[in-house]
């Protein structure tokens, strides 16, 4: 498999949990999205909708993190990322998609430029930007969490699932802009246990083979 993938990016980064978590090895393709190299005529070519990530697998590329993951969960069955039950899955899915369409898109390359260029913001004004939509979503999650997580080591149960993979990735972003954390101290707890763990550990952006030295 191949991956093309940059360090940092958050929805790379959920792929690469999912990867490692299923056991499976894969050569990473870093795309510098500050040199602009996926909004080249051959990225395009990988990936039509010209964000990374895009995976390489089975002779196809697949695009869109969660469509991957749920691929990677489906052919790859062995640790499920997704509940036994509907209502599990309802759940776990409610928490990946808070984070993956309602935060994650807000905060993204293309808009946070949007408002440098365009809208004319300083840089002030495009990190409180960045900061109000994290505690937006995340003062619904933490509340979540506190009912679904048990022993506050998952954000569901007693098991690691899709929300776990999306929420590591975002508390990164949030710790990487300064965000104030505190209001939510059992995404906090959750998140400091996951990345204990080896298939999480290996996934973060500083062990990424196109990680600045
Ligand atoms: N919903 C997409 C989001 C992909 C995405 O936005 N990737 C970012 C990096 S984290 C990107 O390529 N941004 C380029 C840009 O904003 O111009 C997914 O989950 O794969």
Not at 40 to 69: C, H, K, R
Not at 88 to 105: K, N, Q, Y
Not at 152 to 172: F, M, N, T, W
Request: glycine fraction near 6%; hydrophobic fraction near 40%.
């Amino acid at each position: 498999m191949k991956l093309y993938t940059l360090f940092r990016s958050s929805a790379a980064y959920r792929v690469r949990i999912a990867l490692n978590l299923k056991g499976l090895s894969y050569e990473s393709v870093g795309v510098a999205l500050a040199k602009g190299e996926h909004r080249t005529a051959e990225y395009a070519a990988i990936n039509p909708q010209q964000l990374i990530p895009a995976l390489v697998a089975d002779g196809t590329v697949l695009n869109q993190s969660l469509a991957i993951i749920e691929y990677l969960d489906e052919i790859y069955p062995d640790r499920p990322l997704l509940p036994p039950d509907p209502l599990g899955r309802a759940r776990v899915r409610s928490m990946a998609l808070a984070i993956a369409c309602d935060i994650h898109p807000l905060n993204n390359l293309r808009v946070l430029n949007y408002l440098r260029t365009r809208l004319r913001q300083h840089e002030a004004g495009v990190n409180a930007w960045y900061r109000h939509w994290i505690a937006e979503g995340f003062a619904g999650l933490e509340k979540q969490v506190r009912e679904y997580s048990i022993g506050q080591r998952y954000c569901y149960g007693d098991d690691v699932s899709l929300a776990d993979i999306c929420l590591v990735p975002q508390i990164y972003n949030a710790r990487r802009f300064e965000c104030d954390l505190g209001p939510y101290p059992t995404l906090v707890a959750i998140s400091t246990h996951l990345e204990s763990l080896a298939p999480f550990a290996a996934a973060r952006p500083e062990a990424q083979p196109d990680a600045p030295a």
